[in-house]
């Protein structure tokens, strides 16, 4: 996360998350005590854990965890959420719907010929965040790296298929004649792959009109049949077009069922909840079938609380599976918590 005023918010949220669980804890301590000190007394690590793992599973529990939790791909997100200067509907589903279901049937696989990139640009006008699209990107290491990563794609593309630099970077080329290669990215929440998608576009914009690369954006509103459609697409070969082509949706929706061996880029913005469903999106293009090199990536922002307990919690459950047992509420989520005086 960069230095600044987001650093500086999402520190004062974490510390608010901290403040919520202590105040937890003195309220169990409250109800201990006005039970006449019945049963056994709070534990208090244990409480404080058994708290930081609900709010985990159910973000919503906690306005600030729940912060922490959507922006953990677009920091600047948090500030805008906490200020007021963007509305709380706006980060919901429900608001980002309507402007995702009419980009859609524009950036339909079967209409990306006759690509009217100005009409798209006028619908993501239309949601608050497109007047924060510069501070939201510039503070963003992540989609950062995504860019960095689809501009050489865009790069490679017209380089020989026996280049040695491409090859040892990313593996085999394509087995349709080109060295056009494919990205799928995911995220973990819809306003990120909303945000990924409007950021992305504008980013690109010239070279979404010189048809050198295109973002297919597939949210919860597309029916099984479209996201056949968008597998369809990605699985075409590129002699003709020579085109880049990135896929951005949500884990639940593209994260599963879908086979798409052309694509052998996955990205993952955000840590997920749990270890299988990382496996399980991941699968999507490192699969039976693939002829290149899978190149998969997981994003991790190391000062994001919510990411945080997360990659701790993945990484404890999988060694506890691998020892044979299930017990979920191993391990000290409450050291993941910020010191007191943490600099804001």
């Known amino acids: 996360m960069l230095p ?3 650093r500086t918010a999402f520190r004062q949220i974490s510390l608010g998350v901290k403040a919520y669980f202590e105040q937890q804890y003195r309220d169990e301590m409250q109800r201990y005590e006005d039970s006449g000190r019945d049963g056994d007394e709070p534990n208090r690590n244990q409480f404080i854990n058994k ?5 985990a599973d159910n973000p919503r529990s906690n306005r600030d965890f729940d912060i922490l ?3 953990s791909c677009f920091p600047h997100a948090a500030v805008l959420r906490r200020d007021g200067i963007v509305d709380n509907d706006e980060f919901l589903v429900t608001r980002l719907q309507g402007i995702a279901t009419a980009i859609s049937r524009i950036l339909h696989p079967d209409s990306l010929n006759q690509l009217p990139v100005a009409a798209v640009t006028a619908l993501f006008r239309q949601s608050p965040f497109y007047a924060h699209r510069v501070k939201i990107r510039e503070q963003s290491p992540k989609i950062a790296w995504v860019e ?3 501009r050489n794609l865009i790069a490679i593309r017209r380089a020989p298929r026996d280049s040695e630099e491409v090859l040892k970077r990313y593996g085999p080329a394509p087995p349709d004649n080109t060295n056009c290669r494919h990205a799928l990215v995911l995220s973990d929440n819809p306003l990120s792959a909303y ?5 992305l576009w504008d980013i690109f914009s010239r070279e979404i009109e010189s048809k050198t690369v295109i973002f297919l954006y597939a949210h919860s509103g597309i029916s099984a049949t479209g996201r056949a459609e968008y597998t ?10 020579n085109i880049v082509k990135v896929l951005i949706s949500t884990m639940d929706i593209f994260g599963v069922g879908h086979n798409l061996q052309r694509v052998n880029t996955a990205i993952i ?3 997920p909840s749990s270890h299988e469903k990382q496996k399980q999106a991941f699968g999507r293009v490192d699969r039976k079938g693939q002829t290149m090199t899978p190149l998969l990536y997981q994003l991790f922002d190391d000062e994001n609380l919510a990411e945080r307990v997360r990659m701790f919690r993945n990484k404890n459950r999988r060694f506890l599976a691998n020892q044979g047992h299930d017990d979920d509420d191993a391990g000290d989520l409450e050291q993941l918590l910020p010191p007191d005086d943490l600099g804001v």
Request: charged residues 20%; aromatic residues 6%; hydrophobic residues 25%.
């Open 148 to 150: 960095t990563y689809i």
């Open 269 to 271: 913005t955000e840590v």
């Open 4 to 6: 600044g005023d987001t």
């Open 69 to 71: 939790t959507r922006s």
């Open 232 to 241: 369809r697409y990605m699985q075409q070969s590129c002699e003709r077009t």
């Open 195 to 199: 945000l990924s998608t409007m950021v």
């Open 51 to 55: 708290c930081m793992r609900q709010a």
